[in-house]
């Protein structure tokens, strides 16, 4: 066995856990009304010093730990930065888009962290069981984070709406570990993936496969399992939408591809068409509703099920190319996402008060920094080359095509052709010069803030390095994918595994 | 010097645009950073026809290295005879397009600037990308500022017409993706010149290859563009400012054509230019009789701009020789000839705040130096002897009698209506008895900076009259595809014929 202690397989999630804990003690010790911004930078250092932590893994030798239950490897260090640098945006984000006054500051900053925590864990997770606490741990922070404007009769009925559907299809997933359970008699997904295709029940294996798809599906937000995402992106405070559009879908991804290329490639001829048929439906439906929105978060949401349908078709690639392309996907549209929900934070107001796309109108004659980094945003989920958005398209179609799924890819592109029409309408409504009776002119826009500034500084330097040298990005994604691919034996791996040499 | 000089007049707009981005919008200061950005750009430009080697015809100042490892993406840039002089007018309608927009832009400097520097690195990268990955990236990357710009400075309906320009040229250039990355999974090459080889060899099988140069060929017709894809001319022409309308049509569609579609695929373009020739024709005297009806003058020259290309395109699809050296001249005189009427159809709306033709008449005693311009230069559009136009008609329509009189005759009427509308504008606007509009508002002549613009262009035009042989020396060079007059005369498509680089 390996010699490394079993707490460095987990160090990023150990640290962010007592972050969070810090922060809550601290929160509570803290006089009522004294300002808990600092609590903020902290709950962001420690994020960072987690995000560090998880670069820093790469240089263990891949292998896992805790009786095989959490794994370290290129593909979750890929996922742990990403997560950390999502969480890293949203924090600073936070720290200027909260009103001074809002009660709970510290608890947002604590739930924050410990999503972290539940969706790392999530994609480093080699066992069922601990993929279910990982998934919860990151649900209920987001599920009260949904509902942390309890003033506005929008946020908790977000935050029930998301609380209720969310419970739904996590007992999905459980069932579907439970089945799965029962056709191999184990929970430990690389002795499933060894036992799965020789159970002697296939039925139940087949149908745990459902059962759990349902689940995930719904965590990523796919038709048509959508239902929910709009309602509750309207609801949640802007910055809250910025991390929960990315964070726990990158999570909920990451198990995806664990799920279908790691446990049940020998399905393959069961859930690539139900993927190819999610994937069209989602992107379309996603599309088509967009384009009759006309708040902005709202429209947003529809697009985010669009992207969704995007990332799937991905998953009609072979092997080690759909697993890089989704993973890149993932990553592309992160930053770009967390970017325009930054936006929509200062632009739209923390309480939303310039909630419709009519309000956005000649922003960037107010406000030129904002309004051209918007349209830099939407430019990138058009998928404009030189943006992280078009080389995630790029891929994921390039992969699709391989995967011999040429209709899909077509779909795929007239749907970013639809796509771009509201995108476009939000981007030129920024653009427009406005008339001087607009309602939007006369409210103010809040100065823009350090954190904020940080933030986005960030989210548009990760859009424009995707976009323009993606090798980097690309080359990590396709290393983590050949970790998946062929499923390696637990905990006995060389370390030399983690430096194969991708294929061109 | 050579190896570099390409990639320098490529960064030179593009540090330009992040320094206006980054200096603060003060007074005439992005404005002056652009001028001298576009001046160095056209400086560096100049450095391209002194040092090319016309003896040696093929690509020159060549760069090639790797960008993206996978797929296999090239940073490969070069000119040649055919590129050399669009890579020069670009660097000059750079200054040009500044000292338009001087005073036409008073507001939002800083977004114009950047914006409009932006639009010409696009344009550069166009002309001398030979990945053809890198080609698209650019290509792509032209439609945002300039969506952006009519969206933001549009006379009536900006948002609407960016919309409807964006997605006219954004939703074709789909199936060109799905086309090029289909002949990379065949070639494994986005090269320009392994394609060039590949497919002339017969690496891609002849029934996909149809459709695929359907799809290059579908979105530069739309760019140019060719009747009936022009719906978004008029719309663009009369909403956009003016520096940005004066680059938008025809370059860039038809140097693709020439390049890619011509180039890369000379037996598919063979078979479709008869229809192409009588698309051209058509285009010529439609745009000719709604040039003759319209009342705003934007749209007046949107449409006597589509009867000129048009012409521009019997000559690129009547595969020969000369039609393709005049085909290559006339898209400069063009370019040229159509820079100098928007400057001056500008200044006019600066003076007069209207387009409407009928609100004018009379000018020429309150504006001499602006009608004595404007005659010239409709001179040098109607093909008078002496001036530029003369040249470029002349080789394309007497390569077109060559192919087929009736076609020849029908294009020689439309040079005639062109006469007709631009004489009768002139008639319409400088002469005849003095308008209401002429008589109350006083407007002063052409103002320094304005003439500092039209001379030079006037004297041009003059010099391109009298000595083609200056440009055409060296567009001669521009390697052609396939010879076709002896598989025409034989009457069989020379599928089997290795690409010869014939010089003339």
């Known amino acids: 066995m390996n010699s490394i202690p079993d707490i460095y397989r987990i160090l990023p999630e150990v640290i962010l856990t007592i972050t969070g804990v810090l922060v809550m003690l601290i929160d509570a010790s803290l006089a009522p009304l004294t300002s808990r911004r600092t609590l903020g930078w902290f709950a962001t250092i420690g994020t960072g010093v987690a995000y560090l932590a998880s670069v820093w893994q790469l240089s263990l030798p891949m292998g896992t730990g805790y009786s095989g239950t ?94 209720l559907l969310g419970s739904f299809a996590t007992a999905f997933l459980l069932y579907g570990i439970a089945m799965v359970f029962g056709a191999t008699g184990t929970t430990s997904i690389y002795d499933i993936a060894r036992q799965a295709a020789t159970a002697q029940n296939q039925l139940l294996v087949e149908g745990a496969l459902a059962m759990m798809l349902v689940g995930i599906l719904f965590k990523v937000s796919a038709a048509p399992f959508h239902v929910w995402t709009p309602d509750v992106y309207e609801g949640a405070p802007s910055p809250v939408v910025a991390l929960m559009s990315t964070g726990p879908k990158a ?35 996603g599309n088509l509703a967009a384009l009759r929105q006309q708040n902005v978060k709202r429209m ?80 990138s989920l058009i998928g404009i080359p030189f943006t992280g958005g078009f080389f995630g398209k790029f891929y994921s179609f390039t992969a699709a ?34 008339d001087e009776e607009d309602r939007a002119v006369r409210t103010p826009i809040a100065p823009i803030g350090l954190g904020i500034i940080t933030a986005l500084a960030l989210a548009t330097i990760a859009t424009l390095a995707l976009g323009i040298v993606p090798g980097g990005a690309l080359h990590a994604a396709e290393t983590g994918a050949h970790t998946l691919q062929p499923s390696p034996a637990p905990a006995s791996v060389p370390a030399e595994v983690t430096v194969i040499q991708t294929t061109p | 010097m050579d190896s570099m000089i390409l990639t320098l007049i490529l960064l030179a707009p593009l540090a330009g645009a992040i320094l206006v981005a980054l200096l603060p919008d003060r007074s005439k200061l992005p404005a002056w950073l652009a001028l001298i950005s576009t001046l160095v750009t056209f400086g560096l430009a100049l450095h391209l026809p002194a040092h090319y080697d016309a003896a040696h015809p093929g690509f020159q100042f060549v760069v090639n290295k790797p960008w993206i490892e996978n797929p296999a993406i090239f940073y490969h840039v070069g000119v040649d005879g055919l590129s050399l002089w669009l890579v020069v007018l670009v660097g000059l309608l750079g200054p040009i397009g500044v000292l338009a927009s001087w005073k036409a832009i008073q507001r939002r400097e800083k977004v114009y600037y950047s914006l409009f520097l932006v639009q010409q690195t696009a344009m550069l990268g166009v002309f001398i990308s030979l990945d053809l990955m890198v080609y698209y990236g650019f290509w792509e990357l032209s439609l945002v500022p300039m969506a952006i710009l009519i969206a933001m400075y549009g006379r009536k309906n900006g948002p609407a017409a960016a919309t409807k320009f964006f997605l006219f040229t954004f939703i074709p ?14 070639t494994g090459s986005f090269q320009f010149p392994d394609l060039r080889t590949d497919i002339a060899v017969g690496a891609v099988p002849a029934g996909a290859l149809f459709w695929v140069a359907l ?34 049509a025809g370059k860039l569609g038809l140097y693709s054509m020439l390049r890619f579609h011509v180039g890369l695929f000379p037996v598919q373009a063979h078979n479709i230019a008869p229809l192409l020739i009588a698309l051209g024709v058509i285009g010529i005297l439609y745009g000719a009789c709604l040039a003759l009806v319209q009342r ?43 820079a100098a009427l928007f400057v001056l159809l500008g200044a006019l709306e600066i003076r007069y705040a209207t387009s409407q033709i009928a609100a004018y008449g009379g000018l020429a005693n309150r504006v001499p130096r602006l009608a004595t311009l404007f005659v010239i230069v409709s001179l040098a559009m109607i093909g008078l002897p002496m001036l530029n136009g003369f040249i470029g008609e002349f080789l394309i329509l007497s390569s077109t009698f060559t192919i087929s009189h009736s076609w020849a005759i029908a294009a020689t009427v ?29 407007a002063t002549d052409l103002r320094l900076s304005e003439q500092l613009v039209l001379w030079p262009i006037a004297v041009l035009l003059l010099i391109m009259g009298v000595a083609p042989n200056l440009w055409l020396r060296t567009i001669e060079t521009a390697p052609k595809p396939i010879v076709l007059q002896q598989a025409r005369s034989a009457d069989q498509p020379a599928v089997t014929s290795v690409p010869m680089e014939v010089q003339r």
């Open chain 2, 296 to 338: 705003d003058y934007w749209r007046f020259l949107a449409f006597a701009a589509m009867s000129h290309l048009g012409l521009i395109t019997v000559g690129v699809y009547g595969f020969t020789l000369t039609g393709w050296t005049g085909a290559t001249y006339q898209i400069l005189n063009n370019e040229l000839i159509d």
């Open chain 1, 70 to 163: 959490v794994e370290t490897s290129p593909f979750t260090v890929f996922f742990h930065v990403l997560i950390c640098g999502i969480v890293i945006v949203t924090l600073l984000l936070s720290l200027d888009a909260l009103p001074e006054d809002s009660h709970h500051q510290g608890e947002y900053y604590a739930l924050m962290v410990f999503g972290a925590v539940g969706m790392c864990l999530l994609t480093a997770a080699t066992e069922l069981l601990v993929v279910f606490i990982g998934l919860e741990i990151s649900s209920i922070s987001t599920y009260i984070l949904a509902g942390y404007r309890k003033q506005t009769g929008k946020g908790p009925e977000a935050a029930i709406k998301y609380f």
């Open chain 1, 251 to 285: 999570a909920a991804f990451a198990f995806l591809l664990r799920l279908l290329y790691e446990m049940f490639p020998h399905l393959r001829h069961l859930w690539s068409p139900v993927l190819w048929v999610v994937a069209v439906l989602s992107m379309t439906i």
């Open chain 2, 173 to 186: 250039s789909a199936p060109l993706l799905v086309a090029i990355l289909y002949l990379y999974s065949r």
């Open chain 2, 215 to 248: 799809a290059f060929l579908f979105a530069f017709a739309v760019k140019v563009p060719v009747f009936p894809l022009h719906g978004w001319l008029a719309d663009t022409f009369s909403e956009a400012p003016v520096a940005m309308a004066m680059v938008v």
């Open chain 2, 414 to 442: 439309g040079v005639i209506l062109s006469a007709a509308y631009m004489l009768w504008m002139i008639q319409r606007v400088f002469y005849g008895t003095e308008s209401k509009l002429a008589a109350e508002s006083p």
């Open chain 1, 401 to 434: 095509v391989g995967g011999g799924a040429v209709i899909l890819a077509v779909i795929g592109l007239l749907n970013s052709g639809l796509a771009a029409a509201y995108y476009l309408r939000l981007a030129f409504a920024v653009a427009q010069r406005p």
């Open chain 1, 300 to 379: 947003l949401a529809y697009s985010a099920i669009a992207h969704a349908g995007y990332l799937l078709a991905a998953f009609a690639g072979f092997g080690s190319t759909g697993i890089a392309a989704a993973t890149f996907y993932t990553a592309a549209y992160a930053a770009m996402n967390v970017g325009i929900f930054a936006l929509v934070t200062i632009a739209g107001g923390y309480n939303d008060e310039r909630p419709l796309i009519a309000d956005y109108k000649g922003l960037i004659y107010r406000s030129p920094l904002l309004g051209s980094l918007i349209i830099f945003f939407l430019i």
